[in-house]
């Protein structure tokens, strides 16, 4: 509405510099503005001490800081949190932080709701609602920053380490939101984190992947599920449209990868569907030439799927036939389960944003919301 406030979180070095020149404010000013904003995470004009009062006080009467409003925070006996966030239209979306012993990754998503309708995803049953923007990316990270503390940017180690674009929605339907949202996101002056820590996940949308991997460098990950067209149309519908052949094409020739960044292929495992041996001997000769690992996912169950997930025997010995012939593949262990935070459950029930453009309330029982997690 006129007159509201500019929302500073997920503007890049461009806006920032806009920003302060606004105002009348010296080019140096957006670089001060950047590393409070970025590096120490502030969300209080009066925080920034290296600024005059008088110049806290027009930032403060023109801009804002501001994250995701939080619906519900939720937290696994595992120590996964997962939050349900709502953005000013009434659309949710859900963001989930999986910890390990010292380290951890935070799963963002890209869009709310979902267009490719894998029958094997709890996602997939939403439709796509809207794309979100990178300010609604960028809030998601900085918002799990401020739930754990992690500000300033800490030159060592830290908790929140990972970024896996692997929530809600195809992140390469989203590419420019995407892409302005990691740059920012890996900018050394400011929330730094490494391209090599960030991994960008896609069902295959083959005439993105070059572009990623070129302007951006984070690493890939690939939902695979099948090793034949006939399957994974089924699971995958994107494969009508872009199948194998393509698909593997465009991963021997994604920019960066080599041994020491495999391109992950993400496969769930799915009882009597894609499990048999024959079913891991055919991966093994598709992705042959790729740098490549695997992922296996125990299927995680939910309400409504068609579905079941493999038995612990088939998934072990799915695992030592691609161990076998040289290809890592590690069974993920399921995270968050009690709170429906495992791979594949994430939904949220955003209704669609009618013409009129009313606030359209989000309907999301916190009991049937869950987010993906690698």
């Given at each position: 509405m006129d007159g509201a406030r500019r929302n500073l979180?997920?503007?890049?070095?461009?806006?920032?510099?806009?920003?302060?020149?606004?105002?009348?404010?010296?080019?140096?000013?957006?670089?001060?503005?950047?590393?409070?904003?970025?590096?120490?995470g502030a969300t209080d004009f009066e925080a920034m001490t290296t600024m005059a009062k008088p110049l806290r006080a027009r930032l403060a009467e023109r801009f804002e800081i501001r994250r995701p409003a939080v619906t519900t925070v939720q937290t696994s006996q595992d120590r996964s949190r997962k939050w349900l966030l709502r953005f000013d239209d009434g659309n949710e979306v859900e963001t989930v932080f999986i910890p390990e012993e010292d380290r951890g990754a935070l799963c963002v998503s890209s869009q709310v709701g979902c267009t490719l309708k894998c029958s094997f995803c709890h996602t997939g049953t939403q439709v796509l609602v809207r794309n979100l923007t990178a300010p609604e990316i960028v809030g998601q990270l900085m918002l799990a920053r401020d739930s754990y503390g992690e500000w300033p940017s800490p030159g060592g180690d830290r908790l929140l380490s990972n970024i896996v674009l692997m929530g809600m929605g195809e992140p390469l339907y989203n590419y420019e939101a995407v892409a302005k949202a990691l740059r920012?996101?890996?900018?050394?002056?400011?929330?730094?984190?490494?391209?090599?820590?960030?991994?960008?996940?896609?069902?295959?949308?083959?005439?993105?992947?070059?572009?990623?991997?070129?302007?951006?460098?984070?690493?890939?990950?690939?939902?695979?599920?099948?090793?034949?067209?006939?399957?994974?149309?089924?699971?995958?519908?994107?494969?009508?449209?872009?199948?194998?052949?393509?698909?593997?094409?465009?991963?021997?020739?994604?920019?960066?990868?080599?041994?020491?960044?495999?391109?992950?292929?993400?496969?769930?495992?799915?009882?009597?569907?894609?499990?048999?041996?024959?079913?891991?001997?055919?991966?093994?000769?598709?992705?042959?030439?790729?740098p490549a690992k695997f992922n296996l996912i125990p299927f995680n169950k939910w309400p409504g799927a068609a579905y079941e997930c493999s038995p612990a025997p088939a998934i072990q010995k799915f695992s030592a036939i691609l161990n076998e012939n040289g290809l890592s593949a590690p069974i993920r262990v399921p995270r968050g389960r009690d709170i429906l935070a495992a791979c594949g459950q994430l939904k949220s029930e955003s209704e669609r944003v009618r013409k009129s453009g009313r606030d359209t309330r989000s309907v999301a029982a916190v009991d049937e919301s869950s987010a993906t997690m690698p």
């Open positions: 979180v997920g503007l890049d070095r461009g806006e920032f510099a806009a920003a302060v020149a606004e105002i009348g404010e010296k080019p140096f000013r957006a670089k001060q503005l950047w590393h409070w904003v970025y590096h120490q920012i996101v890996m900018d050394n002056e400011g929330i730094a984190i490494s391209k090599r820590r960030i991994t960008l996940s896609t069902a295959g949308l083959v005439p993105l992947m070059r572009r990623c991997g070129e302007e951006l460098g984070v690493n890939l990950a690939v939902s695979l599920h099948a090793a034949r067209d006939d399957l994974r149309d089924e699971l995958v519908p994107l494969n009508r449209k872009y199948p194998l052949a393509e698909l593997m094409a465009a991963c021997r020739d994604y920019p960066g990868a080599n041994n020491a960044r495999r391109i992950t292929f993400e496969y769930v495992m799915l009882k009597g569907v894609n499990d048999s041996p024959a079913d891991a001997r055919q991966l093994v000769r598709l992705v042959q030439g790729i």
